[in-house]
């Protein structure tokens, strides 16, 4: 157990809908990661936050968005989805205050998109 | 585009066999980390190299970080169909975290 949490765990949706994914980072991590898994992709990375603020952008396309609360959980919300979002999407947090890091990442359970 | 370049892409091997994986860059590295990801899962951190030339073994697992921090590889010796799973690299710049598309080993018994 890495001890950062994910949900919901599986999601089914149709083709144009809107979703929101939930992580919960590791206690004391400041930093929360989104990535995109698919089979044909690889772990693709799509945002970072920091203590709340966006930190490094990555492939991550403009129907996609996210936030982290001041509770440092964060939301990734995916609009106007498409048959191709279909994917595994891991969130994973890094820099616990508490030990000495580089950026080492410890991964969520992941959420299981499937869009119809 | 992978800044990471994970080889071999697959590797099916018997149990005992000893394996090399390796994970290349034109980039350095501040850090590079190595995961294990079970199907369904989330990966998993193995190891994190720092230092060039580096060296740290974890049981049967040896993990070398090049000279010049840009390239890393994964030795395994005596393979267990336990150490089956998806292997990736990630390096590690100056705000963020690149992962390479993995090695997928198969350990037969």
């Known amino acids: 157990d890495s001890g950062v949490t994910q949900t919901p765990k599986h999601l089914i949706t149709a083709t144009g809908q809107r979703v929101t994914l939930r992580c919960s980072p590791r206690?004391?991590?400041?930093?929360v990661y989104w990535y995109q898994q698919s089979l044909d992709q690889g772990l693709q990375f799509l945002i970072q936050y920091y203590n709340g603020e966006e930190r490094a952008k990555g492939n991550i396309l403009e129907r996609f968005s996210a936030q982290q609360f001041p509770d440092l959980h964060s939301e990734l919300n995916l609009s106007s989805l498409e048959l191709g979002d279909s994917a595994l999407y891991f969130c994973?947090?890094?820099?616990?205050?508490?030990?000495?890091?580089?950026?080492?990442?410890?991964f969520g359970p992941g959420t299981r998109l499937t869009v119809l | 585009t992978q800044l990471l370049e994970q080889s071999p892409q697959f590797l099916s091997i018997q149990e005992g066999e000893n394996l090399t994986v390796y994970c290349n860059s034109s980039s350095v590295f501040s850090s590079l980390q190595w995961y294990r990801q079970e199907p369904g899962e989330g990966p998993v951190l193995l190891v994190t190299v720092v230092t060039g030339g580096e060296v740290k073994k974890l049981k049967r697992l040896t993990f070398q970080f090049g000279d010049a921090r840009k390239d890393s590889s994964l030795h395994i010796t005596a393979a267990q169909p336990g150490d089956t799973g998806l292997y990736l690299c990630?390096?590690?710049?100056?705000?963020?975290?690149?992962f390479g598309a993995g090695t997928r080993l198969t350990v037969k018994p």
């Open positions: 990630a390096g590690a710049g100056n705000n963020d975290m690149r």
């Open positions: 994973a947090s890094s820099g616990s205050v508490a030990e000495s890091s580089y950026n080492e990442q410890f």
């Open positions: 206690s004391g991590d400041l930093s």
